[in-house]
């Protein structure tokens, strides 16, 4: 079992719809959670972070987290064409304290 | 607003050739990190430094190595580079805290030939 999957896309959804992106980790220990937004050529850049179970609102962006089932998600409302990216999921070790990169799913919004 | 930039951005060096590769935060983080991203392989961590001078090894470290000589500044080395390191290269720096947001610098896309 690989440490964080993610389904790797990609995921084509039409301009305005909900994106969910989803995530599942194996480390039970784990307690913060990371998404990672990366345009093509580009550097990850930090989108959204969770600690707690349930859901965290930023702009357009949610996330949802539930530690007993493993698995946190992302969602993106009225996704438009910038939105194109790949995101990265990314749980803390609970015994390293480094970042599980998962390999990403890629997300293209059409107009 | 937190910064972590890196010496170059694109790089095109010879087979055998010394490469430093130089990263700067601003934010007083004690973590730093080296990865490399090629297509299909994901984001893999070379080396990690915790403190200065101080340093451990990731998953790939074969044929790198680091220096942290002061608390703002991770240096990567290619002592001899190779073709097969060609790759996109990320810093990136967090606090101690398990908690803490870690940020990545722009990259460095590092071409051997």
């Known amino acids: 079992q690989k440490e964080v999957e993610q389904n790797s896309g990609p995921l084509s959804v039409p301009e305005g719809a909900i994106a969910s992106l989803n995530c599942t980790y194996s480390?039970?220990?784990?307690?913060?959670f990371f998404w990672y937004r990366q345009y093509s050529g580009k550097s990850p850049e930090l989108i959204m972070s969770?600690?707690?179970?349930g859901d965290k609102e930023d702009g357009r962006f949610t996330a949802q987290l539930n530690k007993a089932s493993q698995y946190v998600s992302l969602l993106i409302r009225d996704s438009q064409p910038s939105d194109s990216a790949t995101y990265l999921c990314?749980?803390?070790?609970?015994?390293?304290?480094?970042?599980?990169f998962g390999q990403g799913t890629t997300l293209q919004v059409k107009p | 607003d937190v910064k972590v930039t890196q010496s170059s951005r694109y790089l095109v060096k010879r087979t055998g050739e010394k490469v430093f590769l130089e990263c700067v935060q601003d934010m007083d983080h004690e973590n730093m990190f080296w990865y490399r991203q090629d297509p299909g392989l994901g984001l893999r961590l070379i080396y990690f430094?915790?403190?200065?001078?101080?340093?451990e090894k990731g998953d790939i470290p074969e044929g790198y190595s680091v220096s942290r000589e002061k608390k703002e500044r991770f240096s990567l080395i290619l002592e001899s580079a190779s073709t097969n390191q060609t790759s996109m290269y990320l810093c990136?720096?967090?606090?101690?805290?398990?908690?803490?947001?870690?940020?990545f610098g722009p990259g460095t896309r590092l071409t051997v030939t």
């Open positions: 969770i600690y707690s179970n």
């Open positions: 480390d039970r220990g784990s307690q913060s």
């Open positions: 430094s915790y403190d200065v001078k101080m340093k």
């Open positions: 990136a720096s967090t606090h101690l805290t398990g908690l803490d947001e870690q940020y």
């Open positions: 990314a749980p803390r070790s609970s015994n390293t304290g480094k970042l599980i």
